[in-house]
Nanobody
Framework: QVQLLESGGGLVQAGGSLRISCAVS????????LAWFRQAPGKEREFVAG???????YYADSVKGRFAISRDNALKTMSLQMNSLKPDDTAVYYC???????????????????????WGQGTQVTVSS
């Protein structure tokens, strides 16, 4: 059974940086698109960043220019480098994987929660002011 395991969350001051990662068990890692979502207390889960099989990247407007998503197909990991963090970035961050998909993806597909069928347990990121 496929498992997604997030790591690297923690407490950081505003303006600081943090890198979170997602390790994916199972086979055919490169056949799937991946993404990060987050959920803050009292709010709905929202898309943060996604990366397609081709390496195309997609970002929410709120993190564009500050966050960078990457994947390593050989190590079967995905990472999110978060810079210039703000208190509004405080949330539980979830790693998500699509079913097997085409090599190229549309932005609307990547940003939709319904596109993803496997989720991690989440890692807490807290940004203090």
């Amino acid at each position: 059974q496929v498992q997604l395991l997030e790591s690297g969350g923690g407490l950081v001051q505003a303006g600081g940086s943090l890198r979170i990662s997602c390790a994916v068990s199972g086979r055919a890692f490169s056949d799937h698109a991946l993404a990060w979502f987050r959920q803050a207390p009292g709010k709905e889960r929202e898309f943060v960043a996604g990366i397609s099989r081709s390496g195309g990247t997609y970002y929410a407007d709120s993190v564009k220019g500050r966050f960078a998503i990457s994947r390593d197909n050989a190590l079967k990991t995905m990472s999110l480098q978060m810079n210039s963090l703000k208190p509004d970035d405080t949330a539980v961050y979830y790693c998500a994987r699509t079913p097997r998909v085409a090599y190229y993806a549309t932005q609307s597909y990547m940003m939709s929660q319904s596109s993803y069928d496997t989720w991690g347990q989440g890692t807490q990121v807290t940004v203090s002011s």
